[in-house]
Structure formats: structure tokens, C-alpha cells
């Protein structure tokens, strides 16, 4: 199968051993946005000011304060601050309190929603980096579409693979539904399905596995691959990397 530059990370992430090729290329992508915001590109003004309206998630807040570059942080928190700090009162200038229900002085309006509250939980619901790791994730599953649809051995790549987590594989079967063909579809899905049944069932063995080793009996027996068993089995139901140490700026 001949490589191009749109394929590389879809094949380097498939041929990458992992339980899921999906997580794999998602951690790769995280730790890249987290090198690209915490590296030179924190002091270009275009940059910052899109960190500043984007923010970021709390899950990625906290790896930014684990992979260091303190005065990185301290710039791009400082003028994100500012930023709020101004909409912040906009919102809170324009509060108009809603009148108490009649049974119940402190009971709202069925229906209504706090304008305020609900201004703060949207700029929680938006992030600089899932933004970034989101917009290349869904090329990637374009790719991936692409390639069922183009390239007869992409599916024996896909096959020699540990199938995918069951999150990713949400994605994975809405867009292909979604985007292939009726024959291409019955091609795919069927392999797709038999190997999701084969890696959970190779998962269940491996944890299952590791609870008979605590018996005593079992003391002198092989572990078999059940070592690392509950962390893949974390990985395989909700995605992720549960195990991974903390990603920290090695420079």
C-alpha cells in the first residue's frame, strides 16, 4: 500500500500495537498541541489570541501545569484572565435576576435557565486543544473512509490491528456509515464487528486471568498477558491511556 502525506499518522497509528490505534494517535496529537501552545508559539500575539476566547478544558489545564514552562503558563493564563475578567462583567452587568416562582421563593421558572450560569458553562464547554486534536481526529477519520474506499489492503492493515477502544469505535462506525457505500459497508462492518468480539474476548481472558492469579493456587503459574491487564481493559472500554506517566517538557 503506497504512502501518502494524509495517510502516514492513519497507518503509523494502526501499525502502532496499541489497544486502540484511535487513543494512540489521540495521546500523539495532546502531547503535540501541548509542545505547540507551551512552546515559542505562546509569545505570537495570534496565537494567544485565540488561546484567550478558546480557554482551555480542565482535564487540559491541569496537563499544562504538569508539563511546566511556568512563564509559557503565566502568559497565555495571564491575558486568557484578562480576557474573562472583561466578559465576565459584561455578563455580570446584564444580569437580570429571575422572579421567584409562586410556591417557592427560591424555586425558578420551569423551563427557564440562568443567562449567566449559562454563559459561564459555554465557555467551559470549549477548549484550545480539544479544538486542535478535534480538527485533526476528524481528518483522520476521513482518511480512514478514504482509504476503505481507495486502497484494497487498508483492511488487512485494519485487521492486523487490536481493534479499537469502544469510545473511538463510536466515531469510527457512525462515520463509515455514514460516508461509504452499501457494498463497501458490507465489506467493512462485518470485519469490524468480529474483530471487537475477538479483542473484548481476548481482554476478558486477560482480566479474568489476573483475579485467578491472586488465588494461592495459582501462585506459581504463569501471568500470562495479565500483567498490565486492568489498565487495557480501562483503555478498551473508555479510551485513553489510564497508565501513561504525566507528559512533561523534557527541554
Not at 505562546?42 to 487540559?60: L, W
Not at 498477558?225 to 480501562?234: K, P
Request: one cysteine or more; proline letters at 2%; a negative charge.
Amino acid at each position: 500500500m503506497k504512502e501518502k502525506l494524509y495517510t502516514i499518522e492513519l497507518n503509523d497509528a494502526l501499525a502502532s500495537d496499541d489497544e486502540c490505534p484511535f487513543c494512540w494517535l489521540e495521546r500523539k496529537l495532546e502531547q503535540e498541541a501541548l509542545q505547540f501552545v507551551l512552546g515559542s508559539s505562546y509569545m505570537e500575539s495570534d496565537i494567544r489570541d485565540k488561546t484567550d476566547k478558546a480557554g482551555f478544558c480542565r482535564q487540559h489545564t491541569k496537563a499544562m501545569y504538569d508539563y511546566g514552562n511556568n512563564l509559557g503558563n503565566a502568559w497565555i493564563f495571564k491575558t486568557r484572565l484578562a480576557w474573562l475578567r472583561e466578559e465576565l462583567k459584561g455578563q455580570m452587568e446584564g444580569f437580570s435576576p429571575q422572579t421567584p416562582a409562586l410556591f417557592g421563593k427560591f424555586k425558578k421558572s420551569e423551563g427557564q435557565e440562568c443567562s449567566l450560569s449559562a454563559w459561564i458553562r459555554r465557555e467551559e464547554g470549549h477548549c484550545y486543544i480539544c479544538g486542535r486534536v478535534e480538527e485533526i481526529y476528524g481528518r483522520v477519520l476521513d482518511t480512514f473512509v478514504h482509504q476503505v474506499k481507495h486502497e484494497k489492503e487498508f483492511l488487512e492493515l485494519v485487521k492486523r490491528s487490536k481493534g479499537f477502544c469502544i469510545h473511538h469505535f463510536a466515531d469510527l462506525v457512525q462515520v463509515c456509515d455514514k460516508k461509504l457505500g452499501s457494498k463497501e459497508k458490507e465489506q467493512l462492518f462485518p470485519m469490524l464487528f468480529e474483530q471487537m468480539n475477538r479483542e473484548l474476548s481476548r481482554m476478558q481472558e486477560d482480566i479474568d486471568w489476573l483475579i485467578e492469579k491472586y488465588d494461592y493456587r495459582n501462585a506459581d503459574k504463569s501471568w500470562k498477558n495479565s500483567q498490565d491487564a486492568v489498565q487495557r481493559t480501562m483503555q478498551k472500554i473508555t479510551g485513553g491511556h489510564p497508565a501513561d506517566p504525566v507528559f512533561r517538557n523534557q527541554s
